[in-house]
């Protein structure tokens, strides 16, 4: 079975650009989460979808991140304009219908200068 | 601010045993979860135990809940070199499963 997919694994771009990461479940899996992981922390919950709809998104920033995940698949995640404080590992993780065990993906490093 | 919180680190000879700690502090019914992440990789799931249950083992690897204390340690018998990673202790509500994770522990493993 394959796993969470993402790209691309590695992002630099300078403060004010926008950018966006791509994540692919495992197949058949209904919810997908995105995180935040800064260096030297854990991760945070961003946003968690059930197929195209959003159950959380109350610690995403959205004056300048938003997300979407139009078919109930693949999701997108966006930001807009970047922030220096925005360098971090964005993790993507899905789980199958009423599982509470979170698969990862290995994650975008994103570097904003 | 963390509702989980863990030592960050610890360094352990091959063979021995290590033993991570973790405190949480959410009191209702609730899974708690060991994940590990190596350089580069995201996490993986190594074990959970729900919250009221006292012990759970698979293979090498042991949790512990002292539900009182509200403590959480995994202890890894037999420490090898491909141990060495950092590792997440996490909670989560039975009713909607998001994750809370501590800032991790990095364990290094010397010959």
């Known amino acids: 079975e394959a796993g969470v997919a993402q790209s691309p694994r590695y992002k630099i771009i300078e403060k004010r650009q926008s950018v966006a990461f791509w994540c692919n479940p495992i197949?058949?899996?209904?919810?997908l989460y995105w995180y935040q992981q800064i260096l030297g922390q854990g991760p945070k919950l961003l946003i968690q979808f059930q197929n195209n709809g959003v159950v959380d998104d109350s610690q995403l920033p959205k004056d300048r991140f938003s997300a979407e995940r139009l078919k109930g698949v693949d999701s997108t995640l966006k930001i807009q304009p970047a922030k220096l404080e925005d360098s971090a590992v964005y993790l993507c993780?899905?789980?199958?219908?009423?599982?509470?065990?979170?698969?990862f993906g290995p994650g975008t490093r994103l570097t904003v200068l | 601010g963390e509702d989980v919180e863990q030592s960050l680190f610890l360094s352990v000879r091959e063979g021995d045993s290590s033993v991570i700690n973790c405190t949480y502090t959410?009191?209702?019914?609730?899974?708690l979860y060991w994940y590990k992440q190596e350089p580069g990789a995201g996490l993986q799931l190594l074990t959970y135990?729900?919250?009221?249950?006292d012990m759970k083992q698979d293979q090498r690897l042991t949790v512990l809940l002292n539900k009182k204390d509200k403590h959480l340690s995994l202890r890894i018998a037999d420490t090898q070199t491909g141990d060495s990673a950092i590792y997440f202790c996490?909670?989560?509500?039975?009713?909607?499963?998001?994750?809370?994770f501590g800032a991790g522990t990095t364990v290094t493993v010397r010959a």
């Open positions: 135990i729900f919250s009221n249950m």
């Open positions: 996490a909670e989560s509500p039975t009713n909607d499963y998001k994750l809370s």
């Open positions: 993780a899905s789980t199958g219908q009423g599982s509470n065990e979170q698969f």
């Open positions: 959410d009191s209702s019914s609730t899974y």
């Open positions: 197949s058949g899996h209904a919810t």
